[in-house]
């Protein structure tokens, strides 16, 4: 479980911010770019460092600990021309299980693991000769390598067709279900909310609504005055 206990940061206009994300489930928290869902991410993620208000495990994020809170998160952002540290496919992939002391021969069975179960052939490629689809997915997996507890995500899905969510969304599931992973996604869209758990409406560093689904309809004044528009299935 996810604790976030009393977070007070003036200067993000965070104040007195609770919220907790239980095991094994996936939330989208939704809110436009003046929300505060960026920053959000970047405290869990570690980027930002609070003394002691958020918990991971029960290990508490704190400078002492960081290094090691760090090691229950995986993040994937939105591709772009920055993405990538090495040329080769294996080599970027290999780049974080290293860091983490895991022995080349367990981090290429992980890498392979990966790449078969989003099927993708790619592991002798260079990194130039993917294209941006395959690229977003390569970011993804590299997210997923250390078996994190905690998967943030910034709102990569768009650049997918329906069908590709779908996969995507089926293996994210499976690890959901199997190792209990806690998936967040952060949007401003609703779009691909029908794959969530719970919905977390974010407005003004503040969460003002949960919801489910099936609820969006019934809060659709609520997500208009927060410029979140409904899904067009609505």
């Known amino acids: 479980m996810v604790n976030i206990m009393n977070v007070n940061l003036n200067y993000l206009n965070f104040q007195n911010f609770k919220l907790s994300f239980q095991d094994g489930k996936i939330y989208f928290i939704v809110g ?60 970027e992939m290999l780049y974080p299980l290293m860091n983490l002391s895991y022995s080349k021969k367990d981090s290429i069975k992980r890498i392979k693991e990966l790449l078969n179960k989003f099927e993708l052939n790619i592991i002798d490629k260079k990194i130039t000769d993917l294209d941006s689809i395959d690229k977003q997915k390569l970011l993804l997996i590299i997210s997923l390598l250390h078996h994190p507890k905690i998967l943030l995500i910034e709102n990569i899905f768009s650049l997918f067709s329906q069908t590709e969510k779908e996969m995507i969304f089926k293996i994210l599931r499976e690890l959901v279900d199997k190792d209990k992973l806690t998936i967040i996604n952060f949007t401003p869209i609703l779009d691909d909310s029908l794959y969530s758990d719970e919905i977390l409406i974010l407005s003004n560093y503040n969460i003002v609504k949960k919801m489910f689904y099936q609820d969006i309809i019934a809060n659709d004044q609520l997500l208009n005055k927060n410029h979140i528009e409904v899904p067009f299935l609505f």
């Not at 704190?62 to 540290?85: D, M, T």
């Open 32 to 91: 436009d770019s003046k929300s505060g869902k960026e920053d959000l991410l970047n405290i869990l993620s570690g980027i930002i460092l609070t003394n002691n208000m958020i918990s991971c495990n029960n290990l508490y994020l704190n400078q002492e600990n960081r290094n090691h809170y760090i090691k229950y998160i995986g993040v994937v952002k939105k591709l772009n021309e920055y993405s990538f540290k090495y040329q080769n496919v294996l080599d």
